[in-house]
């Protein structure tokens, strides 16, 4: 069975600071994966996605980046957090791209103060 | 671009009665729609609730049903007999894979809360 670890599992960090959120696929080869993003009351939002190790694509600009340096790891970073970057951080995976659903780890909540 | 909208932000129903929860969406994305509702009980991560593909059809997953509606553009979710354990929060979503990226666009969500 597949399984999806995000880390940490929350975190508090000062405006300016820097940040590195995340994620391993266990039990599955080669998955397409992504990063989302939920503001406080807002829409769950697609940031990145990899198709493939050392390649990400980016979806949405806020001042964020991403990479994948394993085939079952993706990494989620900035070197100054902006106030705005606050909310909910989750990776997900999927099998192929075309019309597979995706699965989603328990994401990470993130609080920039 | 794509976009789902779920008009109901919070519903509250007695146990035993039934439920439905409004989805619409728009794809303006080139290709075919996937369309999928995602459910997130307290403390638990979001989790495919129910998927549908092909237009005209309907998926079901414990006790709920939707019905894919290309004309009306809607994927409403429909239950029968609510149970205090159906109390989460339900997102409506559509994918269209695209230039390699299955993304998958969400609805604003709709908490659910079940009255015993």
């Known amino acids: 069975a597949q399984t999806i670890h995000q880390w940490p599992v929350a975190e508090i960090k000062a405006v300016g600071s820097p940040l590195s959120l995340g994620c391993t696929i266990k039990g599955k080869s080669s998955p397409n994966l992504y990063w989302y993003w939920q503001a406080t009351g807002g829409t769950l939002q697609q940031l990145f996605y990899s198709i493939t190790v050392g390649q990400v694509e980016s979806v949405v600009q806020l001042n964020l980046s991403a990479s994948r340096p394993k085939d079952d790891q993706f990494i989620l970073s900035t070197e100054k957090l902006l106030l705005s970057h606050s909310g909910f951080y989750l990776c997900a995976w999927s099998r192929d791209w075309g019309g597979a659903e995706q699965f989603f780890g328990p994401g990470t909540r993130l609080t920039v103060l | 671009g794509d976009s789902v909208t779920q008009t109901e932000g919070q519903v509250t129903v007695s146990e035993s009665k039934s439920l439905i929860i409004n989805c619409t969406y728009s794809?303006?994305?080139?290709?075919?729609?996937?369309l999928f509702w995602y459910v997130r009980y307290p403390g638990e991560g979001l989790q495919l609730l129910l998927k549908v593909i092909t237009a005209g059809q309907k998926g079901s997953s414990r006790g709920f049903e939707a019905t894919y509606n290309k004309e009306a553009t809607s994927f409403h979710l429909q239950k029968a007999s609510v149970q205090e354990s159906d109390s989460a929060v339900y997102y409506c979503a559509l994918s269209v894979a695209t230039g390699g990226n299955n993304k998958l666009t969400f609805g604003q969500g709709t908490v659910l809360s079940v009255i015993p």
């Open positions: 794809a303006t994305s080139i290709g075919y729609p996937n």
